[in-house]
């Protein structure tokens, strides 16, 4: 029994922390020199009391040996609950993942099939115009067939496409009341209530809100200067002008000098030209046929031509040169 | 006319020998906006196409006038002149250095500040190209100031942009720690880790390409982008249809998790090791490989960090990316993971030898097929497996058909298991590893001799003797 409790002291001795170490290498010497003392006296006597306390004292010993291992080194029932709820962590993770994977599936799958829908439908309207009609069946509602075919229905539900017209843009028009323009609540906002800010607040004191807004929105009061319309000549004079137009028969300004007829190019018909180049009259009327021809010669100017058109132009005046 | 010929590859080689450069300089100084914005193309598109007509483009002159003139002309030249140093810089360190030499990155970033998204995205995708080829000239990049309007970039709502300022910054990010450190001070992280949920695929493989850049560094830098919240945002995207979100996703955990314990805590107690699994399953090829080497990683650390990759079911998908792969390296890299899941306690050797990997790993190491690097890495996982390996059924096919090196480690394991179990020690004889351990010539006085000895020593005289009737004879010649 002596050694035994020797035994034990010197292992409190290695796993302990020093504190306790060197506490407990003092009680246990203390307790050391005691039972000597007490063995070398009283041992003889009391040998059965002693062996009782050794059967506890081996039932205690039993009990803590390598408590520390086993609490904090390795703690198995530890590691055992951390696995447990590890893994029951990667199957909700597992089943998570796959029902994103099935939504993202299904979100496609609806995604094409609209799509698809929607060809059909723009098809169906570029083709409606073969619908049938009472008196022709269409191409898809043969009279062989027992029933129509489906393009048949889709016809009969689409509008007819029509082309976009242009949109006509709206003109935009400034006037000095519209100097607001800029509307949107954010960047002019118009209650008292502001959005919230999330920045740190700015230190105080503020003027009252509503006169903020008031000295703010204050509306425009220009002057007598700005405000009255100052080009109402040019205005007065376009009327006018507008009022003369009407009674023009012909907007082609009168010019009676045949020098304003020299610019232009002359723009010989379609029919009397051929791919390559104008025809000549003399080819337009004149087919040769050297066969039928009487002499060799050509014709002769016997009389000069007088000039019938010589003063087409020029008779009345000479002057007016019009460039 | 010159630019639409160069879309054609066919045609550079004649536009090349009519000499064509000295044209286009000309062109560029031409008083026609037109016409300078499309010349500006037309020496774009012969840039791109191979490095010769880069250099060539260096070499005329041309980069000058560009810088010059990018500073002044409308958005639609800024884009060609940024197209055109894109397409120059991209080919060679070189060349993207002689791009830095005539002070084109301060007028690229005087781009990113355009109002027109097209010219941010044409000036960001130039410096991008530059920035790829080495830390000097991302360094250059990155002293322009081009990080904080990148990261503006990103914010941006078009998605084109988007994608090329966050391949940008991964560029940027991926030479140094120092580089990477300032694409994080520039508060990049947060928007990344924010962008995420884009439905985009092509935007989140940037965005998950930047991440691991950034993070592959160091342990602060991991613990940043941790910080951003990507978890478990990360793990939807190993969900994806597109194949490089995956593996872009699967290199991020992976570069997270390798450098410390718990960092790999982290990522299993979010229950990042189930969906790698799950992705590594669905994937083939190099698209697996980031995944096995973050299998391998996690279970490096600890051994309870390999448990938690055992009972995520790792073991058998590692085994069958181990058989089922062609690619002799990522055979390597699950050879090596498996290695780091059974080095650690008798209990995860038994687990991967369970899985009957063992075998597969062995004929691995003795193929002559095999890579070098496979068979060194098999042959370590084999090692460090057989030391812990107290699974006997798993053992007794190394008896027959293992080389010596490995035959050692093997019967050494027999020799501590058998004397201690009674059932297994019948097992042996019956299924005639007994008589096959007596085959074994072994060096007396080695460590095998020894090994053997003390399997004989467990059984009784007469079953050894049976098998080997010689040692009747020496045992008779000891007793006397």
Known sequence: PVLCFKGFSLDLGCSFSKYVRQSATVTVLILFSTVFLFFCCLLPKVAPMMNLYNAMAVRIQRRWRGYRVRKYLFNYYYLKEYLRVVSETNDAIRKALEEFAEMKEREEKKANLEREEKERDYQARKMHYLLSTKQIPGIYNSPFRKEPDPWELQLQKAKPLTHRRPKVKPKDSTS????????SARSFPRSEILPPINRKQCQGPFRDITEVLEQRYKPLE?????????????????????????????????????SYHKNEKYIPSMHLSSKYCPISHKEQFRSENPKKWICDKDFQTVLPSFELFSKYGKLYSKAGQIV | MVAELATRPQNIETLQNAGVMSLLRTLLLDVVPTIQQTAALALGRLANYNDDLAEAVVKCDILPQLVYSLAEQNRFYKKAAAFVLRAVGKHSPQLAQAI??????????????????????????????????????????????AVPLLVFCIQEPEIALKRIAASALSDIAKHSPELAQTVVDAGAVAYLAQMLLNPDAKLKHQILSALSQVSKHSVDLAEMVVEAEIFPVVLTCLKDKDEYVKKNASTLIREIAKHTPELSQLVVNTGGVAAVIDCIGSCKGNTRL??????????????????AVIISKGVPQLSVCL????????????????????????????????????PVLLSLYMSTESSEDLQVKSK?????????????????????????NILKHVVGQ????????????????????????????AEPGS???EYINSINNCYPEEIVSKFFPELQVCALLGSL
């Open chain 2, 100 to 145: 830095v030499d005539c002070g084109a990155l301060d007028t690229l970033v005087i781009c990113l500040e355009d109002f027109d998204p097209g010219v941010k995205e044409a000036a960001a995708w130039a410096l991008r190209y530059i920035a790829r080829h080495n830390a000097e000239l991302s360094q250059a990049v990155v002293d322009a100031g």
């Open chain 1, 176 to 183: 000095l009341n519209d100097w607001l323009a800029c509307t």
């Open chain 2, 447 to 449: 460590l095998l001799q």
């Open chain 2, 380 to 404: 370590k996982a084999i090692k460090s497996i057989l030391q812990k390996c107290t699974y006997l059924p798993a053992l007794e096919p190394f008896l027959y058909d293992a080389p010596p």
């Open chain 2, 414 to 441: 027999f020799s501590k298991v058998l004397p201690h179990d009674s059932k297994a020690r019948r097992l042996f004889v019956t299924s005639g590893g007994l008589k096959k351990i007596q085959e074994i010539k």
């Open chain 1, 222 to 258: 220009p002057t007598l200067w700005v405000a009255e319309p100052t080009d109402e000549l040019k205005l007065a004079r376009e009327e006018f002008r507008r009022e003369e137009w009407l009674r023009n028969v012909n907007d082609n300004m009168f010019l009676p000098f045949s």
């Open chain 2, 323 to 358: 058989s089922e792969e062609p690619e002799d390296h990522i055979k390597a890299a699950a050879a090596w993971a498996l290695g780091q899941i059974g080095r650690h306690t008798p209990e995860h050797a038994r687990a991967v030898a369970v899985t009957n990997t063992l």
């Open chain 2, 290 to 307: 980031p995944g096995i080497m973050m299998l391998g990683y996690v279970a490096a650390h600890s051994e309870n960090l390999a448990m």
